[in-house]
């Protein structure tokens, strides 16, 4: 019953931002939240419209499958030296990537900034890309480690026996039977990506700004758009929502086993 009411909670906001999108000005700033009112498609209109729409959401997708990629490629070699092989630092090296997760980022908003600026990274989609595999990269290497180390050694020394090197041992050997856990990690890093607010909004201007970002553009001088932002939002929130539904089964398989093999 508790998870039901957990559950009703959860969805309450995510409902709300839904219904009023397709609600009018006036409408939206009548007292109390009407349930019950004539719906309408302009809000929906104004955003896809809008100039920079298309734009906002190709810096989203570029953004996100990049820092996806990168922090799987990243996390996967570092998982598997971790679990692997026996060197100077190992523990620490573990234990700093579990600190690092545990960073806010608002935190690293003006260090990360003032570097971005030194460097050039500002305002550039790149810039994004490298903050995000950095934010992600702990949860990954976390997640993968546990498969790895699942995965027996005689597999690998077989492999060995046939005449495979390092790189194919990991590619044909390893890699085939960690996909859940890839699958997870991949998941949790493109939301985190797709969705992410304060540091894109620092680190971008209005040619590399992404969707979520690209909300605030309907607070204007004479009031704010309700309207056009919770159609905005829905824009943004629906992919992942769809996704993640689609994935679920996937991605609960891929945490749950990585906890059960942890």
């Known amino acids: 019953m508790l998870i039901f009411i957990l559950a009703f909670l ?12 397709f609600k009018t000005q006036v409408q939206i700033m009548e007292k109390g939240f009407g349930w019950f009112f004539m719906p309408t498609l302009m809000n929906y209109s104004n955003v896809l419209l809008e100039q920079g729409f298309i734009r906002y959401m190709t810096n989203s997708l570029i953004v996100g499958l990049a820092s996806t990629l990168v922090t799987l490629i990243i996390g996967g070699f570092a998982s598997y030296a971790l679990v692997r092989f026996n060197f100077f630092g190992k523990g620490a090296i573990s234990f700093g990537t579990l600190l690092l997760r545990m960073i806010p980022p608002a935190v690293l908003v003006v260090p990360i900034y003032v570097l971005w600026s030194y460097f050039g990274l500002a305002d550039t989609r790149m810039g994004l890309v490298i903050i995000y595999v950095g934010l992600n990269l702990p949860f990954t290497i976390w997640v993968l480690i546990s498969f790895i180390a699942d995965v027996p050694v005689e597999l690998e020394e077989a492999a060995v026996v046939d005449g495979c090197g390092p790189w194919k041992i990991f590619f044909t050997v390893i890699l085939p039977l960690i996909k859940p856990g890839l699958a997870a990690a ?8 797709w969705n992410e607010f304060i540091l894109a909004l620092v680190l971008t201007n209005r040619m590399t700004r992404t969707l979520p970002v690209a909300t605030t553009i309907y607070l204007t001088d004479t009031g704010v758009e309700w309207g056009n932002i919770t159609a905005m939002g829905t824009l943004v929130a629906l992919p992942a929502i769809i996704f993640t539904f689609l994935a679920a089964k996937q991605l609960i398989a891929g945490l749950t086993a990585g906890a059960v093999k942890g």
């Open 10 to 21: 959860y969805l309450v906001p995510v409902i709300v931002l839904f219904l009023t999108s």
């Open 186 to 193: 991949a998941i949790f890093t493109f939301r985190i990506a």
